[in-house]
């Protein structure tokens, strides 16, 4: 008779990025779920800045500044340097990333990349309450924000850090043809910003992966259908 034993949990390696993706995922909502308490905060807040200590360590940092940083932010492609830290005072800031152009050093925030994730998904039934005109902008990035959600979630972590880059940068894919684009309201400016940074992660998964990131994730968005109503 076969005796029952308890299941090995497989430990994550910070340095991948599935790995780092668990962790920080973890880590956030334990951190998020005590932040009301002093004692328990300060034990989360801890597990956070150790994994990002961990992260920092690895070979994520320099990945991401070649792919993803470096060449939005430095017209000379002078290296940037990056590291996760989002820390501020005794907590997390609420900014995604944090440059200084003179140092060439960006700081990356794990809580808010982990935040812009988790407002990636459940989309559905808040969409089910809109409709489509009298409120197209909301409509539509949560339509969008509903695709996004298809991907794996660990790839949301390049959306964040390249919706950072837009809006650090200022860039936005204004719909020019459309009402929107006189009243730039929240959903419309995160809506352009997301969707620049889609682009640019598709363009990298197109040419490292050399498949369409769309057709591996079921993934349907046709930018020109979603001007206007």
Aim: glycine fraction near 4%.
């Amino acid at each position: 008779m076969l005796k029952k034993t308890k299941a090995k949990r497989v430990k994550e390696n910070p340095g991948t990025i599935g790995g780092f993706w668990k962790l920080a995922d973890e880590a956030v909502s334990e951190y998020q779920k005590n932040i009301k308490s002093a004692k328990k905060k300060k034990d989360s807040l801890a597990l956070l800045l150790e994994l990002e200590a961990q992260v920092n360590a690895s070979q994520i940092p320099d990945f991401v500044s070649e792919n993803f940083i470096t060449p939005y932010l430095t017209p000379e492609k002078d290296k940037v340097t990056v590291v996760f830290d989002g820390l501020d005072g005794k907590g997390f800031a609420d900014w995604l990333i944090l440059f200084d152009k003179e140092k060439k050093h960006l700081k990356l925030n794990t809580v808010s990349i982990v935040a812009y994730s988790k407002s990636l998904l459940g989309s559905d039934e808040d969409l089910a309450k809109l409709d489509k005109v009298e409120n197209f902008t909301e409509f539509r990035l949560l339509s969008f924000k509903k695709e996004l959600a298809k991907m794996p979630q660990q790839y949301h972590m390049f959306l964040a850090l390249l919706k950072g880059v837009a809006d650090a940068t200022s860039i936005c894919i204004s719909d020019s043809k459309s009402p929107a684009a006189v009243k730039q309201d929240d959903h419309c400016a995160f809506y352009t910003t997301t969707l620049w940074a889609f682009k640019q992660f598709e363009e990298f998964y197109q040419k490292f992966q050399n498949r369409s990131i769309r057709a591996d994730y079921y993934m349907i968005w046709h930018e020109g259908e979603w001007i206007e109503p």
